[in-house]
Structure formats: structure tokens, C-alpha cells
């Protein structure tokens, strides 16, 4: 079982940027989708953002905003968050899926507010 790990979740002003890393137990091939989800309090876990085999797709909230993006090494995802809005508050989840594979991490929270 691939394992992930979410960090970089803060608290953060409207306007403000973070950086959020997800850190994988194995090297992030291209062949594998990686994405970036998440959720609010009440809704359902949404896509943010995602790499299928290295072309990255983003949810219309966020283009222009986020960019979702691998270290050269290949262990590391993040996600460059800038211009935060309050509505982007929620936990933010790493995952990987390939074949039958669908792994999660525990999540990061991200607080938007003044």
C-alpha cells in the first residue's frame, strides 16, 4: 500500500499564499494520477486538482489560482495555493490511483480567513 502525506495546511488571510507538499512512500511515475481533493465541512470531497500521466487538469474555482506540480526526484507533490478565498477553506487530501490502486492521505487543513 502506497502511503502519503499531507502538510502545509495553515491559517492564512484572504489574498494570502501557502504551499501544500504531499510527500509518497514511492517515486511518482508519470503513468500514476495524482491529484489534489478536498473538503468542506458539510460537503462532498471535491477534485482541486490533478496530473493524469503528467498533464494537469484544474477545477474551474481554482485555475488562474493554483498550480499543482512534482520535485524532480519525484517523491513530493504540492500544490501552490495563491489568492486563498474564504470558500477555499476545507481539508485537503493527496491521492494517487493506478489500476486498482487508490490511495489516500490523512489530510491537511487549510483555514481561510481574516
Known amino acids: 500500500q502506497v502511503q502519503l502525506v499531507e502538510s502545509g495546511g495553515t491559517l492564512v488571510q484572504p489574498g494570502g499564499s501557502l504551499r501544500l507538499s504531499c510527500a509518497a512512500s514511492?517515486?511518482?511515475?508519470?503513468?500514476?494520477?495524482m491529484g489534489w481533493y478536498r473538503q468542506a465541512p458539510g460537503n462532498e470531497r471535491e477534485l482541486v486538482a490533478d496530473?493524469?500521466?503528467?498533464?494537469?487538469n484544474y477545477a474551474e474555482s481554482v485555475k488562474g489560482r493554483f498550480t499543482i506540480s512534482k520535485d524532480k526526484d519525484k517523491k513530493f507533490l504540492y500544490l501552490q495555493m495563491d489568492d486563498v478565498r474564504p470558500d477555499d477553506t476545507a481539508v485537503y487530501y493527496c491521492?494517487?490511483?493506478?489500476?486498482?490502486?487508490?490511495?489516500w492521505g490523512q489530510g491537511t487543513q487549510v483555514t481561510v480567513s481574516s
Open positions: 496530473m493524469p500521466r503528467g498533464v494537469t
Open positions: 514511492i517515486k511518482i511515475f508519470d503513468l500514476y494520477t
Open positions: 491521492n494517487l490511483r493506478y489500476g486498482q490502486l487508490n490511495s
